[in-house]
Nanobody
Framework: QVQLVESGGGLVQPGGSLRLSCSASGSIFSLYDMCWYRQAPGKQRELVATITSAYITNYADSVKGRFTISREYAKNTVFLQMDSLKPEDTAVYYC?????????????WGQGTQVTVSS
């Protein structure tokens, strides 16, 4: 079994910064793509950023130049540094990790962390 624990959300003023983290634990053989999604009230969940096992990154157009995804391989952790935050970034943020265990390979979701950008 794999457990994901997210942290780092909160309330921040426009233009501020937050850093989210997502750590995986359990019987993990390998970690592949690590992603951050977000879901705002009344909207569909959207992909925000991805980092591959080769450390290749990709971002949604709405966050390019403001968000940075990174990973710490030894700690099975993915981060999302969010700068120049805007009210439209307000959402619940979820990590999704592509994991291989003894049961096979599939994606796992974090519990979600609320990010609110407001003055």
């Amino acid at each position: 079994q794999v457990q994901l624990v997210e942290s780092g959300g909160g309330l921040v003023q426009p233009g501020g910064s937050l850093r989210l983290s997502c750590s995986a634990s359990g019987s993990i053989f390998s970690l592949y793509d690590m992603c951050w999604y977000r879901q705002a009230p009344g909207k569909q969940r959207e992909l925000v950023a991805t980092i591959t096992s080769a450390y290749i990154t990709n971002y949604a157009d709405s966050v390019k130049g403001r968000f940075t995804i990174s990973r710490e391989y030894a700690k099975n952790t993915v981060f999302l540094q969010m700068d120049s935050l805007k009210p439209e970034d307000t959402a619940v943020y979820y990590c999704n990790l592509d994991v291989r265990t003894y049961n096979g390979r599939r994606g796992y979701w974090g519990q979600g962390t609320q990010v609110t950008v407001s003055s």
